[in-house]
């Protein structure tokens, strides 16, 4: 199974403030047909998760361009530019290119 | 607009079948493959299986010999089945969908939370 790493487990910001949240994997995650299947969700407290980048770096519908996505192959990023109070929860990046599916173990975002 | 909803029972003896419905609504199963994850109180995600678009199947290797996924396309509902339950398959059900593009893992259900009981 590829092995989704995200680092930082936690962090804690200040409203205002820019956050990036690392997720490697085990295995390229290029598939077949050229595409890059990973993805980044969030999902806040008590709530089911919501998608907010799909293939690397294309932003979801809906979703604030404060969020972004970078990075190829094994080695993903997703930031987030000036941190609003609505953006605390854990933070998963999810791999939909080989079988099994498998997800990060999450970032938990904590406001300051 | 689009919608997807689990539904079953919140209390499970171990030992025993748990069968979960997602009924979808502002889209077609015959366009959307419809995933199943599942979440452990307090922890991670666990991608537990997907019926694609054409009616196929995949597993997880490690639920694969309990698991089982299929769906009604006229009911635009999926069914989960899963065997012999342990206390440790306590979790929140989700269905998500996908169509390996644009749409993948864009909609989620609000989860059913089951308990396995011993």
């Known amino acids: 199974d590829v092995v989704m790493t995200q680092t930082p487990p936690s962090l804690s910001v200040a409203i205002g403030q820019s956050v990036s949240i690392s997720c490697k994997s085990s295995?390229?995650?290029?598939?077949?047909?050229?595409?890059?299947?990973l993805h980044w969700l969030l999902q806040s407290p008590g709530r089911s998760p919501k998608r907010l980048i799909y293939?690397?770096?294309n932003l979801g519908s809906g979703v604030p361009d404060r969020f972004s996505g970078t990075g190829s192959q094994k080695d993903f990023t997703l930031k987030i530019s000036r941190v609003e109070a609505e953006d605390l929860g854990v933070y998963y990046c999810?791999?939909?290119?080989?079988?099994?599916?498998?997800f990060g173990s999450g970032t938990k975002l904590e406001i300051k | 607009q689009v919608q997807l909803k689990e539904s079953g029972p919140v209390l499970v003896q171990a030992s025993e079948t748990l069968s979960l419905t997602c009924t979808v609504s502002?889209?077609?199963?015959?366009?959307?493959?419809v995933i199943w994850v599942r979440q452990p109180p307090g922890k991670g995600l666990e991608w537990m299986g997907i019926?694609?678009?054409?009616?196929?199947?995949d597993y997880n290797s490690a639920l694969k010999s309990r698991l089982s996924i299929n769906r009604d396309t006229s009911k635009s509902q999926v069914f989960l089945k899963m065997n012999s339950l342990q206390t440790d398959d306590t979790a929140i059900y989700y269905c998500?969908?996908?169509?390996?593009?644009?749409?993948?893992?864009?909609?989620w259900g609000q989860g059913v939370m089951v308990t396995v009981s011993s």
């Open positions: 998500t969908r996908t169509d390996g593009g644009y749409s993948e893992l864009d909609y």
């Open positions: 502002g889209f077609s199963l015959t366009n959307y493959g």
């Open positions: 019926i694609w678009r054409n009616g196929n199947t």
């Open positions: 295995q390229s995650l290029v598939y077949s047909d050229g595409k890059t299947y």
């Open positions: 293939q690397v770096s």
């Open positions: 999810a791999q939909t290119t080989h079988f099994p599916f498998t």
